[in-house]
């Protein structure tokens, strides 16, 4: 590794003489002093010296403290000043010029050693210092999310990024005088409470919240907090805001047509259980009046098919709002506990398992309750339990029925598959998949069905105990 250089500034001979010596028996490389700042200033810049020993009072226009501000003008060189004088005066006005060391003349060996080892040291420090800053200033003023600096005691926003700017539409000089309590929408109280969670937990995500721009507009955002560590000041805290704006937009407009078409659906429906009343009942009247055989076999099977709509019209009633609200976590262990019936004896091992699914969710074990007494003949027991995987959870539903046959797995979960509507584990399947849970019969035949409910990572929980 090549002996760091350092430049000389000295115009007394002597001196200069003695310190280039001492400084070669300490391994440094001693570049050609110079007696002058106007030198000082033209070798700093052509030689890039690790460190330059600079006397403050020269001979020439330019003193030693003249000659290092010129110099950090285009460099970024540790300087120690070395000088016969430590009046207050002269002192003040060389920290303004960022020193790492300050030796009085006769410069003692050691001292000389010592100081020029540290200045290396901090200097190495410094840089790191000024890199780490450049680039995470770098992440700050050009990430495309707000960032919000503030005291989370106090409330005060301390700094914000040009995201945050143009996103609320505030300037520089507005954000000296803004708290959280002017750009969250829901009151003080939330703020507080919120605010109250960031000191509790430090690092945090609040979700989706309502902020609000200078204009009043409301901002929908979802919201990340983290402490910054600062030793020995207040802790200051970062928020990062993902504008969801037109998500949410996007989510109430979807959401209102749902409740047009749903309202649509209801009006239609009912008026087709009305004139299928009125078939039913003239069909009857029919039959009962008619004679021939014929006729009656015609008449039957018309009825059957009126009651065949009629019950998946009636079928319709009960999935009509599948989608429409949002999934929220649900204990599947009070789902089973309360599915219908004593026929069976269930055996459940879910431990206050959680998932997070439609708010039909309850349906898909009502119809995996129903499928088993239905099409397993003679079952006696039901089994539900779980097995974790890498990258989710495996969630099962086991009977000790006659299962299903090889060629039928797949197909079961199709539209119109089945003995009673058809549309049981079809709607089974669709549930599940709006939060990305799959399920597949598995099981062998004539040893019951097994069904294979797979639940990502992200969609299952365990409650905690209270």
């Known amino acids: 590794m090549p002996a760091e250089k350092i430049l000389i500034v000295e115009d007394d001979a002597l001196i200069s003489a003695n310190l280039e010596l001492v400084l070669t028996e300490l391994g440094y490389g001693v570049l050609p002093p110079v007696s002058s ?8 810049y052509s030689q890039r010296p690790d460190v330059i020993l600079m006397d ?18 285009t460099s970024d060189i540790p300087v120690i000043y070395t000088t016969a004088y430590a009046d207050d005066e002269r002192l003040s006005h060389a920290e303004l010029t960022g020193p790492y060391g300050y030796l009085v003349k006769p410069v003692q060996n050691r001292e000389l ?14 840089q790191l210092l000024r890199e780490s800053e450049a680039r995470y200033r770098g992440l700050f003023e050009k990430a495309i999310e707000a960032i919000i600096l503030f005291n989370a005691s106090s409330k005060k926003i301390i700094e914000v990024n040009p995201a945050f700017l143009h996103l609320f539409g505030y300037t520089n000089d507005d954000v000296g005088k803004l708290t959280l309590h002017d750009i969250m929408a829901d009151g003080p109280q939330y703020t507080d409470t919120c605010c109250e969670k960031i000191l509790a937990e430090q690092n945090c995500l609040l979700g989706e919240q309502r902020y609000r721009t200078k204009m009043r507009d409301i901002l929908y955002v979802e919201v990340s907090t983290s402490l910054i560590p600062v030793t020995g000041k207040e802790a200051v805290f970062s928020i990062i805001a993902h504008d969801i704006t037109e998500r949410k937009r996007a989510e109430n407009a979807l959401f209102v047509a749902n409740k047009k078409l749903n309202l649509l659906g209801s009006i239609t429906r009912h008026d087709i259980l009305n004139n299928l009343t009125v078939l039913l009942g003239y069909l009857t009247i029919i ?4 004679t021939d055989p014929l006729l009656e076999d015609y008449l039957q099977r018309s009825s059957g098919a009126a009651n065949l709509i009629q019950k998946h019209i009636e079928f319709t009633r009960t999935y009509q709002n599948l989608g429409e609200k949002i999934p929220v976590w649900q204990n599947i262990e ?4 309360g599915l219908p ?7 459940s091992s879910i431990n206050g398992l959680e998932i997070y699914g439609d708010p039909l969710l309850e349906k898909v074990f009502y119809n995996l309750y129903d499928n088993s007494l239905r099409h397993g003949k003679n079952v006696t027991e ?10 989710g959870l495996f969630l099962f539903w086991e009977d000790n029925g006659i299962g299903v046959p090889v060629d039928m797995k797949e197909e079961i979960f199709e539209r119109g598959v089945g003995k009673n509507t058809g549309m049981g584990l079809f709607l089974v399947r669709e549930i599940l998949g709006i939060t990305d849970i799959t399920i597949a019969e598995t099981g062998d035949e004539g040893m019951g069905v097994r069904f294979e409910m797979r639940v990502p990572k992200e ?3 365990f409650a905690k105990k209270t």
Request: no cysteine; proline share 1%.
């Open 382 to 391: 039901i089994r539900v339990h779980y097995a974790l995987i890498p990258d």
């Open 113 to 126: 050693k010592a100081t020029i080892r540290m200045a290396l040291y901090k200097h190495t420090l410094d």
């Open 334 to 337: 009070a789902i089973v506990s």
């Open 287 to 290: 039959r009962k009046k008619n």
């Open 341 to 347: 019936g004593k026929e069976v004896a269930f055996r």
């Open 56 to 73: 403050i009072q020269l001979a020439g226009k330019m003193n030693g403290i003249q000659a290092a501000e010129k110099i950090h003008e």
């Open 459 to 461: 969609a299952y929980r």
């Open 37 to 44: 700042g106007e030198d000082a200033v033209q070798q700093a």
